[in-house]
């Protein structure tokens, strides 16, 4: 381990549980500790780098923690990043993906054009919960003639069953739970 990079043990130490947010009964799991320590952020980034198939040639990030992470991985494996976003943000013209939540249905949208250079994409995002925002992503990314390489992600709740939601496409995670 090189100066100042942390191990699982000191990275999910820097994971804060707080109860009862944003609703009664989550377990919202706060990355701010982690972000908020230089080595905790760099390891953490390191270790989603390590993580990374060959061959990738885009980061794709979902909004918003997602580009915490997404970005500093992209500048470290030396990848273009492009930005998942919630409706309305992007500017350009777009592609929308609808999915549902436990109660109604929330959309992502992504630039029409963001796949046109760089096909093979690993999609990153802070926790991997029930799985639904990332297979949205997913569905964005191949819709656009997208292959995604991998799912990435900081956090994985296991115990929320996303990763069989996600398919046979890899899904790596930095610290599960
Ligand atoms: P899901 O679509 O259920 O996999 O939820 C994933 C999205 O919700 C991610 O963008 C997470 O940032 C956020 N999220 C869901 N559950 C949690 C949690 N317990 N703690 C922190 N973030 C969460």
Do not use: N, W
Request: net charge neutral.
């Amino acid at each position: 381990m090189a100066m100042g990079e942390l191990s699982i043990e000191g990275l999910r130490a820097l994971v804060r549980d707080v109860p009862d947010f944003p609703k009664p009964g989550i377990m919202f799991k706060d990355i701010t500790p982690l972000i908020g320590s230089a080595d905790g952020l760099a390891s953490c980034v390191a270790r989603l780098a390590a993580l990374t198939p060959a061959g990738v040639e885009a980061v794709v990030a979902i909004e918003s923690r997602g580009f915490l992470f997404g970005a500093p991985l992209a500048l470290r494996l030396g990848l273009p990043v492009i930005p998942v976003r919630k409706p309305g943000k992007l500017p350009y013209h777009k592609r929308r993906v609808e999915y549902a939540l436990e109660y109604g249905t929330d959309a992502l949208e992504m630039h029409a054009d963001a796949l046109a250079q760089h096909k093979k994409v690993i999609i990153v995002d802070d926790v991997l919960a029930t799985g639904g925002t990332a297979a949205a992503t997913a569905r964005l990314c191949r819709d656009a003639g997208g292959e995604v390489a991998a799912f990435a992600f900081v956090i994985e709740l296991g115990f929320l069953g996303g990763r069989p939601k996600l398919g046979t496409t890899p899904v790596v995670s930095v610290l599960t739970y």
